[in-house]
């Protein structure tokens, strides 16, 4: 880590069950109760948040509602109001811009602020710093926070999750190689379970492992992101915050997936094909975006990787055009020179919808469905609405949620 990194004063400021927390304040009623935030009491839905004693019985966000009562059955279940929340979340910007311009909201109820060059006007060091911010969203939204310190966004999440509710922890830099030995390596910021059980094939437990691992090893295993895995393992990000008004250039939007077992099957592979080209689209226009190109990636079974695009005539965002046109790259390259390990699709040659986007009543009536699917999905969870063929790919295991935006997504 150069000498450069290691003096910005970065903080991860992490809201404590927002939502539930929100509703607390409002209703003295619930204050110290087991409380389940859902989308819907009525029908069949997951924890958006869990206040901290319903967690004490095992209660997770994102826990199907019917599950978590098993788990707390004392628990209150509350209707969310995101309207409510959103104003929440205003207000906190606010309190955070008052103390640096360069702030980056990572979520509704997180957010990374670089406080490097204000500490001259606010307190001695980061800690103090902290500790004013933890104060006044305190003073001003009645909320309580817990805020990580650290010389880089990737530390200063993971120092915010040390100590929760309400707490405040601080990474310095001489103290960076040790806390990343005693640290799981599935405890940084964009490793979850699937990329934390092949790093333990590997042998790898703590962070410390993971920036300690052969480069070539991670290669092969993960290809580029092993790059960025080792330099995780050794607690360097050295991407800056992002205000809100900096918007990064989106040059593509794809999706990949490993099969469980190296295959040749074409009904198997279209399958997937299926499911991944309904992800990207979904992306594409949760983004506002079309695009002209699409990118079809096998890797086969001895990690030779085979990649070829495909120019159209129109842009798009719909999951079925994008599987057609993909679908004929992979007819075009059988017979396969070997069983397929790993399947991707992504779109690039981006452009920003506009509403005279479709030209034509078929497309305008598909663009309808996809909206209307899009919206199911978001209320109810991922693919609950989804295309038949899906159902193949459903039997392997692979529909999962989506993760949570993440610092780093692989």
């Excluded at 993909?326 to 690039?348: A, D, E, W, Y």
Aim: aromatic share 8%; net charge positive.
């Amino acid at each position: 880590m150069n000498q450069n990194q290691e003096n910005r004063v970065i903080l991860h400021v992490d809201m404590n069950a927002f939502f539930a927390s929100i509703e607390q304040k409002a209703n003295p009623f619930l204050r110290e109760k087991p409380v389940l935030v859902v989308a819907d009491s009525r029908r069949r839905s997951v924890v958006m948040t869990a206040s901290y004693p319903a967690r004490k019985f095992g209660v997770k966000t994102g826990m199907n509602l019917y599950e978590a009562k098993k788990f707390c059955p004392q628990a209150i279940v509350v209707e969310g109001n995101a309207e409510k929340y959103l104003d929440s979340t205003r207000k906190l910007v606010n309190i955070l811009e008052s103390f640096t311009d360069q702030v980056e909201i990572f979520s509704c109820d997180e957010a990374f602020l670089d406080v490097t060059h204000s500490l001259k006007f606010f307190a001695k060091d980061g800690v103090s710093l902290a500790k004013m911010v933890q104060e006044k969203i305190k003073t001003l939204l009645g909320l309580s926070s817990s805020i990580g310190v650290a010389p880089n966004k990737l530390l200063a999440k993971l120092a915010s999750e040390k100590k929760k509710p309400n707490g405040l922890t601080v990474i310095l830099p001489e103290e960076i190689e040790k806390i990343l030995a005693e640290t799981p390596v599935d405890e940084l910021c964009g490793i979850g379970d699937k990329i934390k059980r092949k790093l333990n094939q590997l042998g790898i437990r703590s962070c410390k492992d993971l920036g300690d691992m052969e480069l070539g090893k991670l290669q092969n295993y993960f290809g580029f992101w092993g790059n960025i895995l080792k330099r995780m393992g050794q607690g360097k990000d050295e991407s800056r915050v992002r205000r809100i008004t900096e918007q990064e250039t989106v040059k593509s939007i794809g999706h990949s997936t490993t099969f469980p077992k190296d295959t040749a099957n074409m009904e198997i592979l279209q399958s997937f094909l299926r499911l991944l080209s309904e992800k990207v689209a979904v992306r594409l226009r949760k983004g506002r975006y079309q695009g002209l190109t699409v990118v079809l990636t096998l890797r086969y079974k001895d990690f030779t990787t085979f990649t070829r695009q495909v120019q159209r005539k129109e842009p798009t965002d719909d999951g079925y055009e994008i599987f057609a046109t993909s679908l004929v790259i992979l007819k075009k390259t059988q017979p396969f020179l070997q069983p397929i390990r790993l399947l991707g699709i992504s779109v690039s040659s981006l452009i920003r919808e506009t509403s005279q986007g479709f030209l034509f009543e078929t497309m305008r009536q598909r663009k309808k469905v996809n909206s209307a699917m899009d919206e199911i999905n978001q209320k109810f969870g991922f693919f609950s609405l989804k295309p038949l063929r899906l159902n193949y790919a459903q039997q392997f295991g692979i529909l999962d949620p989506p993760i949570p935006p993440t610092h780093h997504t692989f």
